[in-house]
C-alpha cells in the first residue's frame, strides 16, 4: 500500500491535489511571475522530454531510459531553490532538475545515447550553474559521502556554497547514506540531502527498506534537521529546499523528505509487473503538473492556451535536441568513454581500451552503442 502525505501531521504542503492553496504562503514565497511560470516550464519540458526518450528507446535508437513522469515537482522546486554558484548532484531520473538549472536537453540525452559526459568548462570558475554537478550518479548511495567530501572541500576553500545531493528510499538503506549524513553533521558542512521518497527501489517497495515511518525522522541521530515534504506539490518543495539552503549556508545541514510516487515503470527495461495499479491511479489524482496549472489559472499566470502552446514548443524542442544529440553521437567512437576518467590510465583501464578496440573492431561500431 503506497504512502500519502495527507496521513502525515507534519508534512508541508502548500498546494492540494484539487490545486487550493494557502495564499499567505504562496505570497511569502517571494516568487516573481516569471518564476512561477519558470518552474511550470522546467515541469513540462521534463515530461516531454521523458516522452521523445521513451519514444526513441521504443524505436532502437536509445538503449535505455529511466522515467520521470508524476515526480517532476519532487526536483524542480529543490533545483529552483538553488543559487547560482550552488551544486547539484541528482541523480538518473530527475530531468526536470537539470532542466531548471539551464543543462541544454542535448546534454541530458547523450549521456543515455553513450554513457558518459562531458563539461566545457575548463575550471569550477568558468562552470555555468548546470555544470557545477558531480557526473551522472550511477552507483546508488555513492554521491552522499562524496558529496559532502566535496562540500568539505569548497568549504575548507572558504566558499560561500551549498550542495544539493538526492538519494533515493532504496539508496537510502546503503551505508552510504550514514557515512554522508554523518560526515555532514559532525564537520558541520553546507550540505542539503533531498530524499525523493518515490516508494519503489525497482521492484522493492518502501515497507521493505524501513520499519520507520519517515525517512525525514533520521535527522535527529545525526545532529541536525529533518523535513518531510509533499514531493508533488513544487511549491511546497520549493520553500522547503530554500529554508535547507539558508540553514545548510550557515553550516547546518538538513535532510529533506519529498514523499512521492514513481508512476511509470523504474526504466524502460522493467516489466513494471509487482504492484498495485490502485497506487498508481490514486497518485496519478495527485499529479505536480495538473494542481499547478489550476493554481496558475487561478493566479491570472497561464490559461489553458498558454498551456497547450507552452507544451507544443516543448515537445518541439525534445524532438529537435534528441536529433542533434543523435547526430552527435554519431561522430563519437566507443573508446571516448575511457578518456575522462584518468588523466595517468592505470595498465588494467589501458587492458581495458585494448579489449574493447579489438570488439569494435570484430563486432562494428554500432554493436557498443547505448
Ligand atoms: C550500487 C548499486 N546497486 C544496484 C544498482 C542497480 N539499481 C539502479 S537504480 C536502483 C534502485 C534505486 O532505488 P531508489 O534509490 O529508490 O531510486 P529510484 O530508482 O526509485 O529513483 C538499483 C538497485 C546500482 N545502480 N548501484
Ligand atoms: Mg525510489
Known amino acids: 500500500m503506497a504512502r500519502f502525505p495527507e496521513e502525515y501531521d507534519d508534512c508541508e504542503r502548500i498546494l492540494a491535489p484539487d490545486g487550493s492553496y494557502d495564499a499567505e504562503a504562496v505570497a511569502a514565497l517571494d516568487l516573481t511571475d516569471e518564476e ?22 521504443r524505436q532502437g535508437e536509445f538503449h535505455f531510459w529511466m522515467e520521470c513522469r508524476g515526480l517532476e515537482a519532487s526536483h524542480v522546486g529543490p533545483a529552483a ?60 548511495g555513492t554521491q552522499l559521502p562524496q558529496t559532502a567530501g566535496l562540500m568539505w572541500g569548497r568549504k575548507l576553500q572558504g566558499k560561500d556554497e551549498v550542495g544539493l545531493v538526492s538519494v533515493g528510499d532504496g539508496g537510502a538503506s546503503k551505508g552510504d547514506f550514514h557515512a554522508g549524513l554523518n560526515f555532514a553533521g559532525a564537520l558541520e558542512l553546507p550540505v542539503v540531502f533531498l530524499l525523493l521518497n518515490n516508494q519503489w527501489a525497482i521492484s522493492t517497495p518502501v515497507e ?10 533520521r535527522a535527529a ?64 489524482e495527485r499529479d505536480p503538473i ?13 490559461g489553458p492556451d498558454d ?26 567512437s566507443p573508446e571516448e568513454v575511457f578518456d575522462e576518467v584518468f ?13 574493447l578496440l579489438d570488439l569494435v573492431d570484430r563486432h562494428g561500431e554500432a554493436a557498443f552503442r547505448w
Open 343 to 355: 588523466a595517468n590510465p592505470p595498465d588494467y583501464v589501458d587492458d581495458q581500451r585494448e579489449e
Open 290 to 302: 495538473d494542481r499547478y496549472e489550476t493554481f496558475l489559472e487561478d493566479r491570472g499566470l497561464l
Open 208 to 217: 521493505r527498506q524501513t520499519a520507520a515511518d519517515t525517512y525525514a525522522d
Open 221 to 284: 541521530g545525526y545532529g541536525f534537521e529533518g523535513t518531510l515534504v509533499d514531493g508533488n506539490d513544487v511549491l511546497a518543495t520549493y520553500r522547503a529546499t530554500k529554508r535547507a539552503v539558508e540553514a545548510a549556508r550557515a553550516g547546518e545541514p538538513h535532510l529533506l523528505e519529498v514523499l512521492t510516487y514513481r508512476r511509470g515503470a523504474h526504466s524502460s527495461s522493467d516489466a513494471d509487473d509487482y504492484r498495485e495499479n490502485v497506487d498508481i491511479e490514486a497518485w496519478r
Open 307 to 332: 498551456f497547450e502552446s507552452i507544451r507544443e514548443a516543448a515537445e518541439e524542442r525534445a524532438r529537435e535536441a534528441a536529433e542533434s544529440a543523435l547526430e552527435i553521437a554519431e561522430t563519437q
Open 36 to 57: 512561477l511560470r519558470g518552474m511550470y516550464g522546467s515541469m513540462i519540458q521534463a515530461r516531454a522530454l521523458e516522452e521523445r526518450g521513451l519514444t526513441l528507446q
Open 81 to 140: 531553490a538553488l543559487s547560482d554558484r550552488d551544486w547539484m548532484n541528482t541523480e538518473w531520473r530527475q530531468y526536470g532538475a537539470q532542466i531548471q538549472r539551464g543543462r541544454p536537453l542535448e546534454d541530458i540525452l547523450l549521456f543515455w545515447l553513450r554513457g558518459y559526459e562531458e563539461w566545457a568548462a575548463d575550471s569550477i570558475a568558468e562552470m555555468e550553474p548546470y555544470e557545477r554537478r558531480m557526473p551522472h550518479i550511477v552507483a546508488v
